[in-house]
Structure formats: structure tokens, C-alpha cells
């Protein structure tokens, strides 16, 4: 399995056990349950986990069950009949339905109402679906993932969770870190994204004083990599040199972490071939991070592409010249790494 595609950036030590889980999950129908904080990324490892599923070319339908108000929540998720209730003046099918042959996203399963619950259950069982106000079931053929920030254990001794649906879903549980746990990734991921938004910006590349690495390490960083990649950006549009200072970072962050002549100094690097440093690895180091060749190949090839971004500060042209490929080679590997853009 190549886990450059999955745009999932870590320490491979800290993230290996999860590609190993990944790995073996993806192209089965099990249904998977990750929990995390807000912001640990979630939703990136589900797309992967579709992504890398014999489901890859059908349908990936997410909902957010938090988001929708509980009394649409129902029609949403399994569709309705005309006159089913007073503003449905059309039949309509539901998310599960239109995730035929895919995967069914359902992202903060824990905000779901105990009633609706019931329901889902009977599809996790039965894989068939009613729509509200139907009046028969009618055989589904998808791909459940659910995610959720509350801690559903606690849910169900509180009676906010049903037991049997905790277990129907719990079959593999998948957990995502804090990245207050994970300060090997903290640098790692700051630096990823601060190359992205500074060659999207067009701009020569940000680099952090050690000051503010330091202050980045110890911050406790309750919105996780989301409060990261926004800080990243912010970073990207504000410092007007090619140094980010202590200044230039949030008040609220140089608060919490007090006197930057007390933040411990920063832990030297590991893995030196994903970091500045450059290290050739052996076959054992990369089987330690559970990295096949072209696991190794994909890193080596994504830092190469950013670097030669940036020096030629987003001109593709010019970044195909300074890597010795074409054009359309250049193009066709940026495709292959953000499908989206
Ligand atoms: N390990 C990671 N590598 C790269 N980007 C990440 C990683 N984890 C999270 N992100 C990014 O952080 C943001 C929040 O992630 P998301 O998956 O939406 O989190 P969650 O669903 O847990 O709230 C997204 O933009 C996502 O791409
Ligand atoms: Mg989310």
C-alpha cells in the first residue's frame, strides 16, 4: 500500500501502527470507528481508508450528525416519500442510498439522537434501509465509517449512547492522538504546511526561528492540526521577512507558554531522512516504519516537488527544469498527490 497518496503527514513512527491498521482495514467491509479530539484528522484518514477500498470509484458520502438539526437528520439519512411530512412534496432518497456501492461517512456519531440510533443499528444488521413515511425496506450495499471527539464508553454508561450500536460500530476502533501527544509531529507538520501555503502564495519560503520552534513544542494545542495548518497560513500572509518570530505567533499561544527563557530546549531530531537532514535508510530502518521501497520513493519525491516549488516560487515551468522532468510529468505528479486541486 503506498501512503503517499493518503496526504497524511507524520512522523512514520508515530503514524505506523495506524498504516498497519489501514493497511489491513482498507480493502475489507468492516466497519471502522475513529475517535479523536476536534481538528486530529479524522476525516483525512477516512477519505484515505475510501480511498484505498475496493470501494475507491463509488460514491463517499459524509455527514456531519452534529450539524444537521435532529429532526431533518432521519429524512436526510434514509430519504422520504411524497406527504411523508408537511414539506415533502417530492419522494427523495437519503445519503444512504445515494452512497450505493460506497462508503457512508457518519462524522460525529456521538451528537446522535438515541431514537435515530436505533436505526442505524438496523442498518448495520439488516444493511437495508426505510425512508420515512415508506411503507417497505429496501436492501443497501454500503460501507459504514463513523467518527466522533466525545468519549461513547462514557456515553453508554450514561445512557446517551445505545450499547449495542457502541459494539456494532466498535468492531475496529481506530484512535487519533491529541498533537499535544504527538510533538514529534508538531515541526514536522508546521514545516508541511508552511511549504504549501508559502508556494500557493507565491512567496519564498518561511523559515521558524528556534524560538519559536520551541514555543511551537510546548503549546498544548487544543484545536490540533487544524489550529496548526490555520496558524500556518496566518504565518504564510503576516511575517513580512523569510524568518517567523516570537512576535509574529497568536497572544493567546506566548501566554500559555510563558517565559520562552523556560521552555525546555527542543528534543533533537530522529529520523533524519524525513526531516533537513538527509540519511540514506537501510532496509531495516525502513521496515522498523513499516515503509515499503515505494513508500521511501513517494517521501523523497513529495519533498523534492515542494523544494523545487519554492525555488521557483510556484512557476511549474521552471520547477520541471530545475528537477530535470517535464512539464506534464510535473503536472501529472502534483495531480496525483492533491486530486482535488
Ligand atoms: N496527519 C496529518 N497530516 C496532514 N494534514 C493533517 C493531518 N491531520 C490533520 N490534517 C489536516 O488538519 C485539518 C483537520 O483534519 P480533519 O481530518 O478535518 O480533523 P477532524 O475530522 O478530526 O476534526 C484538515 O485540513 C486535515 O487535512
Ligand atoms: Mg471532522
Redesign the pocket.
Known amino acids: 500500500m503506498n501512503f503517499g497518496d493518503t496526504?497524511?503527514?507524520?512522523q512514520y513512527t508515530s503514524l505506523a501502527e495506524m498504516f498497519r491498521i489501514l493497511e489491513k482495514v482498507a480493502p475489507t467491509d468492516s466497519t471502522v470507528l475513529i475517535t479523536?479530539e476536534?481538528?486530529?484528522?479524522?476525516?483525512?484518514?477516512v477519505r484515505a481508508l475510501h480511498r484505498h477500498s475496493a470501494r475507491a470509484d463509488k460514491p463517499f458520502v459524509p455527514i456531519n450528525c452534529g450539524a444537521i438539526p435532529k429532526e431533518l437528520l432521519e429524512s436526510e439519512l434514509f430519504g422520504h416519500e411524497k406527504g411523508a411530512f408537511t414539506h415533502a412534496l417530492k419522494s427523495r432518497p437519503g445519503r444512504f442510498e445515494m452512497a450505493e456501492g460506497g462508503t457512508v461517512f457518519l462524522?460525529e456519531i456521538g451528537e446522535m439522537d438515541i431514537l435515530l440510533q436505533v436505526k442505524i443499528l438496523r442498518v448495520l444488521q439488516e444493511r437495508e434501509i426505510e425512508r420515512v413515511g415508506g411503507s417497505g425496506t429496501k436492501k443497501i450495499d454500503v460501507r459504514i465509517v463513523a467518527?466522533t471527539n466525545r468519549n461513547l464508553e462514557q456515553d453508554v454508561a450514561t445512557g446517551h449512547f445505545r450499547e449495542d450500536l457502541f459494539y456494532r460500530l466498535n468492531v475496529i476502533p481506530l484512535h487519533?492522538p491529541p498533537l499535544r501527544e504527538r510533538d514529534e509531529d508538531v515541526l514536522l507538520?508546521m514545516e508541511?504546511f508552511l511549504r504549501r501555503f508559502c508556494a500557493v502564495k507565491k512567496r519564498a519560503q518561511l523559515v521558524l526561528a528556534q524560538d519559536v520552534e520551541r514555543i511551537l513544542a510546548a503549546y498544548s494545542w487544543p484545536g490540533n492540526?487544524?489550529e496548526l495548518?490555520n496558524l500556518a497560513e496566518r504565518l504564510s500572509i503576516l511575517c513580512d521577512g523569510d524568518e517567523a518570530h516570537p512576535e509574529d505567533l497568536p497572544a493567546k499561544m506566548l501566554a500559555q507558554v510563558g517565559s520562552i527563557s523556560n521552555l525546555p530546549p527542543l528534543k533533537p531530531r530522529v529520523n533524519a531522512f524525513q526531516r533537513g537532514g538527509f540519511t540514506w535508510p537501510t532496509i531495516s530502518n525502513l521496515k522498523e516504519l513499516h515503509l515499503g521501497m515505494k513508500d521511501f520513493f513517494d517521501i523523497a519525491e513529495e519533498r523534492l516537488l515542494d523544494e523545487a516549488l519554492n525555488m521557483a516560487d510556484g512557476v511549474k515551468n521552471q520547477a520541471a527544469e530545475i528537477l530535470g522532468i517535464k512539464r506534464t510529468t510535473l503536472i501529472e505528479k502534483l495531480k496525483k498527490r492533491c486530486p482535488e486541486e
Open positions: 496526504g497524511i503527514i507524520g479523536g476536534s481538528g486530529t484528522g479524522k476525516e483525512l484518514l462524522d467518527a487519533l507538520l508541511h492540526v487544524r495548518e
